[in-house]
Every structure is written in C-alpha cells, then in structure tokens.
C-alpha cells in the first residue's frame, strides 16, 4: 500500500514561489514502473495536471505547457520523495495541490497525498 | 490538448437507484497497438482527494463496490452506479490517460433525490 505525505506552506506571497514536498512510503520513488506526478485543482481551473518525474534507466520529466516556464519537480533519492516548485506565483495559482502517484507504470493515479490548499496572497 | 466533456453537471438519485454519468472526449482514447481504452474514473468526497475507481474504461480498481460499472470505447463512456447508496453521494471525474497533457473531465456531482 503506497502513502503519499505532502508538507509544505499554505500561504506565499504573490511572485515568490510555491515549494511542496511529497514523501513516498510503500513504494520507491527510483522504481522503474512509477510515475509521480503534481495536479491542482481550483473552482475556476478545475482538475489541472502539472507535471509528472519517473526513473526509466534515467530521470525524465514531463510538464504541462501552462506552466512549463515556472515549474520544476524533482525527486529525492535518499529520502524517497519529490517535490514541486513553481515560480512567481500569482494569486490565480491559489489551489489545492495534490501528489499523486501512478505506480502501474501508467498515468492513472492510484494514490494521491492529502492534497495542501495553497493561497497566493501578500 | 484532449478535452474531456461530461453530462450532466449534476444529478439527483433516489436511493437504491442507477446513476449514469456520461464522458465524452475531443478525440479517441482507443489504443491501436493494444485495443484499450485509455480512460479512467475518480470519485471525490468533500475534503478529500480524488479516489480512482475504474480504469481501463471497464476496470473496477481493487475495493471498489460492484455497483460501480464503466463502459464505452473511443470516444464515448459512461459510470454507472446500479444502486445508489448514501456513501457514493460525491463529485465524478472521468480523465484520459492516452497523452500528456492527462486532462479531466469538469466533474459530475451526484446527491440524494
């Protein structure tokens, strides 16, 4: 049974950056069938996939265009984690942003974190 | 971008009947090289994280009530609830896992008649 814990601020100011850590039990982040991935979801965006990191002989990842400028994910090895930063902030990233994992190799999400409610605000 | 379309918004069901939800995608979903459906379901209770219930358009993930059933290939598919219980009063999802960007539908929500 795979546990995702997220942990991170609920509160950044407009054009800093959002930083959320993910940490994984039950499974590892470096397993070649796994993909770990971030998602928001808001009232006005609803459901929003923003990008995903896997080990597949080597890191890759993958991000969606709206926010491929601003973001980075990365894995942590020696602490079985990844994490989501997301630069200059406005408040239309206020959300609440999930981890989630697709541990049969695929990109439907079997486990999720507890989600964390992120306020853009100063 | 697939975009994923679902009717309706909204739905009222009297205990112990069906519920059908709808999910329409912009494009197929159907993979040529090994005929599956690219497609999964999510319930979500008010303050919790979406829960995955089916995938492969027709597969029940492990747990899930055999009330829920899921059907449909290409472009069309649907979530049925045969008997609708108290506890499935939540918001459903459909979301395509045949390309990046995955997409979700904008959500069904289902209550009590």
């Known amino acids: 049974q795979v546990q995702l814990q997220q942990s991170g601020p609920g509160l950044v100011k407009p054009s800093q950056t959002l930083s959320l850590t993910c940490a994984i039990s039950?499974?590892?982040?470096?397993?070649?069938?796994?993909?770990w991935h971030w998602i928001r979801q808001s009232p006005s965006r609803g459901l929003e996939w923003l990008g995903r990191?896997?080990?597949?002989?080597?890191?890759?990842?993958e991000y969606a265009v709206s926010v491929k400028s601003r973001i980075t994910i990365n894995p942590d090895t020696s602490k079985n984690q990844f994490s989501l930063q997301l630069n200059s902030v406005t408040p239309e990233d206020t959300a609440v942003y999930y981890c989630?994992?697709?541990?049969?190799?695929?990109?439907?999400?079997?486990?999720w974190g507890q989600g964390t409610l992120v306020t853009v605000s100063s | 971008d697939i975009v994923m379309t679902q009717s309706p918004d909204s739905l009222a069901v009297s205990l112990g009947e069906r519920a059908t939800i709808n999910c329409k995608s912009s494009?197929?979903?159907?993979?040529?090289?090994?005929?599956?459906?690219?497609l999964a379901w999510y319930q979500q209770k008010p303050g919790q994280p979406p829960e995955l219930l089916i995938y492969?358009?027709?597969t029940r993930e492990s747990g899930v009530p055999d009330r829920f059933s899921g059907s449909g290939s290409g472009t069309d598919f649907t979530l049925t609830i045969s008997s609708l219980q108290a506890e499935d009063v939540a918001i459903y999802y459909c979301?395509?896992?045949?390309?990046?960007?995955?997409?979700f539908g904008q959500g069904t929500k289902v209550e009590l008649k």
């Open positions: 989630a994992s697709g541990t049969s190799g695929y990109s439907l999400f079997d486990y």
């Open positions: 039950g499974d590892s982040v470096s397993i070649n069938r796994g993909t």
């Open positions: 990191t896997y080990y597949k002989s080597k890191w890759y990842n």
């Open positions: 494009q197929s979903v159907l993979y040529s090289s090994d005929n599956k459906n690219y």
């Open positions: 492969w358009a027709s």
């Open positions: 979301q395509h896992y045949y390309s990046t960007p995955w997409t």
